[in-house]
């Protein structure tokens, strides 16, 4: 008696574990998506990727992060950035290259000012627009002013009518300083750059005090009017360190 009692619980306990392991399967393959081994979803390379679906995620966002461009305007549209000056910028561009950077270009031309930009840069400035019609936002970098300082105003009344284009950032950049020049003095680039950057602040534009910069920093002229290649690179760096955010 003794002993069917025994075969008895013996063969209960093993109903029980078999009832037990028959749930945590059937959990397992619900858990699974129907499977009871998982899944391994198989790559375009041939690899194979055992990574859980939260791990997944993660990496897309970082894929999408680092193949997405940046626009250094703080703007997803696509954007061109044109100097517009004289022989100073025509000089700078020998040293650094200006255009040989994506989306920027030069309207410039050597002993010209105002008269000149509204006869014939600004036409160069539309030009190039529209050979470039895949960059719908438009940054100007006003260089001009060294070969006109006493038509501050005639510059403001132009600058009035660039802002009426929505598609243009107009970004004035001050004079910069002379050594010895017969005509031109610092005391009136001072006096026009000070009218620059009144105007900006008024009218909420970004102003480029690089005059301000190499009066601290110390530059080198060949002529009197036109820097030795250091000076050129040193003021297009502090151009493009304002115009572009810091990425830290």
Not at 12 to 41: H, Q, R
Not at 51 to 71: F, G, Q, W, Y
């Amino acid at each position: 008696m003794k002993k069917y009692i025994a075969e008895f619980i013996v063969t209960l306990m093993v109903l029980a574990v078999s009832v037990g392991l028959g749930a945590y399967v059937v959990k397992v393959t619900i858990d699974n998506g129907g499977s009871l081994f998982g899944t391994v979803a198989d790559n375009s390379d041939g690899s194979t990727d055992t990574s859980t679906p939260a791990s997944r995620v993660m990496e897309n966002i970082r894929l999408s992060r680092s193949t997405s461009s940046t626009d250094t305007t703080g703007t997803s549209e696509p954007t061109g950035t044109i100097f517009i000056g004289d022989s100073r910028t025509v000089g700078m561009d020998g040293v650094v290259d200006i255009e040989g950077t994506n989306n920027q270009f030069v309207v410039a031309k050597v002993g010209q000012g105002l008269s000149w930009f509204k006869q014939s840069g600004l036409d160069a400035v539309k030009d190039l627009r529209k050979q470039n019609s895949a960059l719908t936002h438009w940054r100007y970098i006003m260089l001009l002013g060294v070969n006109d300082l006493w038509d501050l105003d005639a510059y403001l009344e132009e600058f009035d009518t660039l802002r009426e284009d929505s598609d243009v950032e107009l970004i004035l950049v001050s004079v910069n300083p002379v050594e010895t020049y017969s005509s031109i003095s610092n005391t009136k680039i001072e006096t026009f750059n000070a009218g620059l950057q009144d105007y900006a602040e008024k009218n909420d534009l970004q102003y480029i005090d690089t005059y301000n910069f190499l009066m601290d920093a110390g530059y080198q002229t060949q002529d009197g009017l036109h820097y030795k290649d250091a000076t050129y690179q040193e003021i297009y760096d502090q151009i493009e360190s304002a115009i572009t955010p810091d990425s830290n």
